[in-house]
């Protein structure tokens, strides 16, 4: 059964161990609720008692007193116990679900991050996981804790008098039944409901992630046009919704409330008929009232799981994707890095590269080169297994990387890539995350290689500025920098440059080509860049052009040979004359 409930409500283990706890307390506080209408009772017995017996009704009155503060005290204790279960217990899962999810984000492959919508993937690990954490703490446990208390009950009141049981009753199939029956039509609304929030939401961030091209574009009025668009449709699904669900739930409340009609009735005529004790009348009276209370909460909770349904199916399918494992104990002699038939496709039947086979030196500089949409970062990326291939095998030291663990793996590796990222934090941190634990020497030391020192100290507050969200307040040549002084401070055997040095002037060029060179000796580098000029030192030189090796050798043989390589050395050549105008 937990492990049915884990699948059923993607919760942990002990998740959902927790849930079968919650819901055992739940239906103990449901029948508990029992406990005063029991009370009631025996001091009426009691009064009607000393009206038929001329005794006084102050007899025996600490007795009733003593007896109604045993009841508060055991739903006092009750209660506690079902608070602790429900909401401690629920809000330790929701956070576990949180790390499980980032956790296992971290494990996945980008393939994962590649098809997914990122602000779909931000609304699930915030949205969802509250609306998970209202249901776990509010709905699920006594919805199921509800429908055991009724049916147990249901069964005393049978066991007491038939026909009062079904009096009092009767109600409840028909208030369910309605409930359950508009499963499909809530289901419908909401799930249009929650995916034009979904839409809305993409929307805005799309928006804030391309305003400068929106305003560069004059597309402002489009923009805001197909927003509204989006808003309208989510407030009118909003409304449909929660009509939907409002008119189904407080119908079937408002009949569980004609129970109490034909209890009285019911009670009234069997006690005319003398068939029905006055004491049991006044028990079933109570009885009903006390449990309409909890089941209407349950006609509101049941309509509550129905919206659940996405947002757990999209929770799982996130939790179950496969993750990226391997061995974490890797320390290889040597770092040579070997591409042995590589193929590989961003989506099935697409491929990007097709029997790639080369072998990049420990102690060489290979370079990677040829037209643009070949596939050089695809295979810089795999060589780090950013993501895993679709076939042959890619090998760091002769072990083949998708049987190390992807965190070990990159401990050997130092990345520039052309799309630099940056923290919002300190230029220091910024540098320090190449290696976690730096002195403040040896950052300032790599940035000074990277030539990044000269413009950090013109900054407001030096190296302890803060920088804009990934480095905005920065230029494109000096993100990149402080990203090759990241690299440099890590110092890892493997070093994966992509058009490391594209952003830098000419002058700034050739003073990181000069640092680079110093820091890159006896590394493992694969280089990607675009100038021919860049790549004429390599030792080795790989071509690619449309997913496949087109050529492969030293500059010199390369040139010797003609082909792709000449053309594109020539080409760069001649641009070099071209001037504007
Ligand atoms: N994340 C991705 N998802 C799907 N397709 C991708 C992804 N990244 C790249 N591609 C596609 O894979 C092919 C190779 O891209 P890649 O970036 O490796 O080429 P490249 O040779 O580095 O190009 P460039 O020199 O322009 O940077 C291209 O057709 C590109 O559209």
């Given at each position: 059964?937990?492990k049915k409930?884990?699948?059923i409500?993607a919760?942990s283990?002990?998740?959902?161990?927790?849930?079968?706890?919650?819901v055992?307390?739940?239906f103990?506080?449901n029948?508990?609720?029992?406990?005063?209408?029991g009370a009631?009772?025996f001091t009426?017995?009691?009064?009607l008692g000393?009206?038929e017996g001329?005794g006084?009704?102050m007899d025996g009155f600490?007795?009733y007193v003593g007896?109604?503060?045993?009841?508060?005290?055991?739903?006092?204790?009750?209660?506690?116990?079902q608070?602790?279960?429900?909401y401690i217990?629920?809000y330790?899962?929701?956070a576990n679900?949180?790390?499980?999810?980032?956790e296992?984000?971290?494990?996945l492959?980008?393939s994962f991050f590649g098809?997914?919508?990122?602000?779909d993937l931000?609304?699930?690990?915030i949205?969802?996981?509250s609306?998970?954490?209202?249901?776990?703490?509010?709905?699920?446990p006594q919805?199921?804790a509800?429908?055991?208390?009724t049916?147990?009950?249901?069964?005393?009141m049978f066991?007491?008098d038939w026909?009062m049981?079904l009096?009092v009753l009767w109600?409840?199939?028909?208030?369910?039944a309605?409930?359950?029956?508009?499963?499909?039509?809530?289901d419908?609304f909401?799930?249009?409901?929650i995916?034009n929030?979904?839409?809305?939401?993409?929307?805005?961030?799309?928006?804030?992630?391309?305003i400068?091209?929106?305003?560069?574009?004059h597309?402002?009025?489009?923009?805001?046009?197909?927003?509204?668009a989006k808003?309208a449709?989510?407030e009118?699904?909003?409304?449909?919704?929660?009509?939907?669900?409002?008119?189904?739930v407080?119908?079937?409340?408002a009949?569980?409330r004609l129970?109490l009609?034909t209890?009285?009735?019911?009670?009234?005529?069997?006690?005319?008929a003398?068939?029905?004790p006055f004491?049991?009348?006044?028990?079933?009276?109570?009885?009903?009232?006390r449990?309409y209370?909890p089941l209407?909460?349950?006609?509101q909770?049941?309509?509550?799981?129905?919206?659940?349904?996405l947002?757990?199916?999209?929770?799982?399918s996130?939790l179950?994707?496969p993750?990226?494992?391997g061995?974490?104990?890797?320390?290889?002699?040597r770092y040579d890095?070997t591409?042995?038939?590589?193929?590989?496709?961003y989506?099935e039947?697409?491929?990007v590269?097709e029997?790639?086979?080369?072998t990049?030196r420990?102690?060489?500089?290979?370079?990677?080169?040829?037209?643009s949409g070949?596939?050089k970062?695809t295979?810089c990326?795999?060589?780090?297994?950013?993501?895993?291939?679709t076939?042959?095998k890619v090998?760091?030291?002769g072990?083949d990387?998708?049987?190390?663990?992807?965190?070990?793996l990159?401990?050997?590796?130092?990345m520039?890539?052309?799309?630099?990222?940056l923290f919002?934090?300190t230029?220091?941190?910024?540098?320090?995350?190449?290696?976690r634990g730096?002195?403040?020497?040896?950052?300032?030391?790599?940035?000074?290689?990277?030539?990044c020192?000269?413009?950090i100290?013109k900054?407001?507050?030096?190296?302890?500025?803060?920088i804009?969200?990934?480095?905005?307040t920065?230029?494109?040549?000096?993100?990149?920098?402080?990203?090759?002084?990241?690299a440099?401070?890590?110092d890892?055997?493997?070093?994966?440059?992509d058009?490391a040095?594209a952003?830098?002037?000419?002058e700034n060029?050739?003073?990181?080509q000069?640092?680079?060179?110093r820091l890159l000796q006896?590394?493992?580098v694969?280089v990607?860049?675009h100038?021919?000029?860049?790549?004429?030192?390599?030792d080795?030189?790989v071509v690619?052009?449309n997913?496949?090796?087109?050529?492969?050798?030293?500059?010199?043989?390369?040139?010797?040979?003609g082909?792709l390589?000449r053309?594109?050395?020539?080409?760069?050549?001649?641009?070099a004359q071209?001037?504007l105008?």
């Amino acid at each position: 059964m937990i492990k049915k409930l884990q699948h059923i409500f993607a919760l942990s283990e002990k998740g959902a161990r927790d849930l079968v706890k919650a819901v055992i307390w739940c239906f103990v506080c449901n029948l508990a609720l029992m406990f005063p209408v029991g009370a009631v009772l025996f001091t009426v017995q009691h009064l009607l008692g000393c009206l038929e017996g001329g005794g006084s009704p102050m007899d025996g009155f600490w007795i009733y007193v003593g007896f109604a503060l045993v009841v508060l005290i055991l739903l006092f204790v009750l209660h506690w116990f079902q608070y602790a279960s429900l909401y401690i217990a629920t809000y330790r899962e929701s956070a576990n679900r949180r790390v499980s999810l980032a956790e296992t984000l971290r494990r996945l492959p980008l393939s994962f991050f590649g098809n997914r919508d990122l602000s779909d993937l931000t609304s699930t690990m915030i949205a969802d996981c509250s609306s998970l954490d209202q249901m776990f703490s509010h709905y699920v446990p006594q919805l199921f804790a509800s429908v055991g208390s009724t049916l147990v009950i249901g069964v005393c009141m049978f066991a007491c008098d038939w026909r009062m049981a079904l009096a009092v009753l009767w109600v409840v199939p028909v208030a369910v039944a309605l409930t359950a029956g508009s499963k499909k039509i809530q289901d419908a609304f909401g799930t249009k409901n929650i995916l034009n929030k979904r839409a809305v939401a993409d929307c805005i961030q799309e928006g804030l992630e391309t305003i400068r091209d929106i305003k560069a574009c004059h597309r402002q009025e489009r923009y805001l046009d197909g927003l509204e668009a989006k808003l309208a449709a989510m407030e009118g699904s909003s409304i449909r919704s929660e009509l939907a669900t409002g008119v189904f739930v407080c119908s079937a409340q408002a009949f569980l409330r004609l129970g109490l009609a034909t209890t009285v009735l019911t009670g009234g005529a069997l006690l005319l008929a003398g068939e029905l004790p006055f004491l049991y009348f006044l028990g079933f009276l109570f009885a009903a009232t006390r449990l309409y209370d909890p089941l209407g909460v349950v006609l509101q909770n049941i309509a509550a799981t129905f919206n659940t349904k996405l947002q757990i199916e999209r929770m799982r399918s996130i939790l179950e994707q496969p993750v990226q494992t391997g061995t974490e104990d890797f320390r290889p002699n040597r770092y040579d890095i070997t591409f042995d038939h590589v193929s590989f496709a961003y989506r099935e039947g697409a491929g990007v590269l097709e029997d790639v086979s080369f072998t990049a030196r420990q102690g060489e500089v290979t370079a990677l080169i040829g037209p643009s949409g070949g596939g050089k970062s695809t295979a810089c990326k795999l060589a780090a297994r950013f993501w895993d291939v679709t076939g042959g095998k890619v090998s760091l030291g002769g072990t083949d990387v998708s049987t190390v663990d992807p965190e070990a793996l990159l401990r050997s590796y130092s990345m520039v890539f052309q799309d630099v990222v940056l923290f919002r934090d300190t230029v220091m941190e910024n540098i320090r995350l190449g290696r976690r634990g730096a002195t403040d020497e040896e950052v300032l030391e790599a940035a000074k290689a990277a030539q990044c020192d000269e413009f950090i100290r013109k900054l407001p507050q030096g190296y302890q500025t803060v920088i804009g969200e990934n480095g905005s307040t920065l230029s494109g040549g000096e993100r990149q920098r402080i990203s090759i002084a990241r690299a440099l401070l890590k110092d890892a055997p493997v070093v994966l440059l992509d058009e490391a040095t594209a952003s830098l002037d000419v002058e700034n060029e050739s003073a990181v080509q000069t640092a680079l060179s110093r820091l890159l000796q006896g590394k493992t580098v694969l280089v990607i860049a675009h100038r021919m000029r860049t790549v004429a030192g390599a030792d080795h030189i790989v071509v690619l052009e449309n997913g496949h090796v087109a050529q492969q050798g030293t500059p010199a043989e390369l040139m010797e040979q003609g082909g792709l390589y000449r053309r594109m050395v020539e080409l760069q050549s001649e641009n070099a004359q071209w001037r504007l105008g």
